[in-house]
């Protein structure tokens, strides 16, 4: 039926599908977003928006059409996709995603690091210093670990066993996207996206009507590793520190 078609804008990419694909899993945030469980965002041309990587939701949308993960010859960035899994909390796809990392990789393989960065503030300090800035770093456990201290913070490293894990930290300092972008270039890692989204509205907490504006930028970056991806956890961590400070 018409009304079954739900078409979409996640980060930019259009998609169309139906309303009984995307509620497949209703225990899932996307099936929850669409059973009306959770509210939704349109954009100006009445697409639903998810602000998550429109390249990588072209894998997720298949799953969720077939329940089969069924990739492209070559694919590798595994971590990127295991994002989002986890964003969507499609728990079967979690899995799949899950079982096929753990099949020998191949000679090369890629990690993968998001930096999100939200400055809010009134129309007056806005972009200066004195808005307020949260910024977020998410990705594997042994990834985030590997940045030097004066970065993430030596007392808020992360612990644990299970490194290949994704979590997210949130970073404290001046500038810290900025100095984080020139330490990872440094290091070999590409910015394979930098996107800047608004909003705005009014603080209800402040006796006075004010406009508070709300500026999130969101970093993507790839590090492309040649060999053998490490076993051991421990091995693993050594192996990609050295080599990004090297």
Request: hydrophobic share 35%.
């Amino acid at each position: 039926m018409a009304h079954d078609i739900i078409r979409l804008n996640v980060g930019g990419i259009p998609y169309t599908t139906t309303k009984a694909t995307l509620s497949k899993y209703p225990n899932s945030m996307i099936g929850a977003m669409f059973n009306g469980s959770m509210s939704t965002t349109v954009d100006d041309d009445g697409r639903y928006f998810i602000d998550r990587d429109g390249e990588m939701f072209a894998h997720v949308l298949n799953f969720l059409r077939s329940s089969r993960l069924a990739l492209p010859d070559g694919f590798k960035c595994f971590d990127q996709l295991a994002v989002e899994a986890d964003f969507y909390q499609i728990e079967p796809l979690i899995q799949a995603v899950s079982e096929l990392r753990k099949e020998p990789e191949p000679k090369s393989y890629c990690r993968f690091l998001e930096v999100l960065e939200v400055r809010t503030g009134s129309t007056a300090t806005m972009p200066t210093n004195n808005s307020r800035i949260k910024t977020i770093i998410s990705g594997r456990r042994d990834i985030i670990n590997s940045l030097p201290s004066h970065l993430i913070g030596a007392v808020e490293r992360l612990r644990g066993r299970d490194f290949e894990s994704y979590t997210e930290l949130e970073l404290v300092g001046s500038n810290i996207r900025l100095r984080l972008a020139e330490y990872l270039l440094s290091g070999g890692w590409t910015l394979m996206d930098s996107s800047l989204s608004s909003s705005s509205g009014y603080d209800s907490k402040s006796m006075i009507s004010t406009l508070l504006i709300e500026h999130t930028y969101r970093d993507k970056w790839l590090l492309k590793l040649e060999g053998e991806p490490q076993v051991s956890p421990a091995a693993s961590f050594n192996n990609v520190e050295s080599m990004i400070q090297s």
